[in-house]
């Protein structure tokens, strides 16, 4: 329980009390906490209080909200190692979680500015542009955009389902394309309504936004990237050595 006459803020207390529960795994991961009003009830506070709790408690990742449904325990964050270079599906596989994707657009189109001026490539060139949600066992962790030099894996849109398959090994397997080292962009941003939907967010939840140039191993620029991954679900470690 709380204490009215504490000196520490009453909104800090409900934090506490709600992290403890989940600590102690009386609110599991991907359990709904109780309503604010429940908790306004409980604890015999405004909801207002309760609401800066919940709110900070959400920008800490330990919680997310769903629109209508509730506010919910997080799962554990997804770590990914920046070491070397993978695909989702492939880090996925190796953490033991099964990737999956649903695909919002897949299509040859010609490259925006954005993309000619990525890849080098001259205006008007067509590239293949697949936009996907990315989830680990069937939860959305990222909204993804590949945009890809249609000249060099031609038809494969049409031939490929990727929604299950990996976009890196059917380039690797059937267009020959070895892939050698990238080239990334972070930055911490709001969510754009299109991500929100996406990924199932609440407006307050953090997004990763990345861009990621794509190199092969004649250090030909072939692939750009745009994602925005979940900053309640996924964070990168690096390890940086020192060196003179």
């Known amino acids: ?65 769903h629109v209508g449904k509730g506010t919910f325990v997080s799962s554990t964050k997804i770590e990914q190692e920046l070491r070397t270079l993978t695909s989702f599906t492939e880090e996925m596989i190796r953490r033991g979680q099964r990737p999956s994707s649903r695909v919002l657009y897949a299509a040859v189109e010609p490259a925006s500015s954005e993309v000619t001026k990525a890849l080098l490539l001259p205006s008007g060139t067509k590239i293949i542009v697949l936009r996907r949600v990315r989830l680990a066992d069937n939860q959305p962790v990222a909204l993804e955009t590949s945009a890809i030099v249609a000249a060099i894996c031609p038809g494969i849109v049409d031939k490929h389902d990727f929604s299950q398959e990996s976009l890196y090994q059917v380039l690797r397997e059937e267009c020959g394309i070895r892939i050698a080292y990238a080239r990334q962009t972070f930055e911490s941003r709001q969510a754009t309504p299109e991500e929100q939907e996406a990924l199932h967010l609440d407006p307050h939840t953090p997004i990763l936004g990345i861009t990621r140039v794509t190199y092969n191993a004649q250090e030909q620029p072939i692939e750009y990237v745009r994602s925005a991954y979940r900053g309640d679900r996924y964070k990168f470690n690096a390890i940086l050595r020192y060196g003179e």
């Open 1 to 65: 329980m709380i204490a009215h006459d504490s000196h520490v803020p009453l909104y800090i207390q409900i934090k506490d009390y709600i992290r403890l529960n989940i600590q102690a795994g009386v609110f599991p991961e991907n359990s709904r906490i109780p309503s604010e009003r429940q908790l306004a009830e409980q604890f015999q506070v405004s909801r207002l209080t309760v609401s800066k709790a919940i709110n900070e408690l959400i920008q800490e990742g330990l919680l997310h909200s």
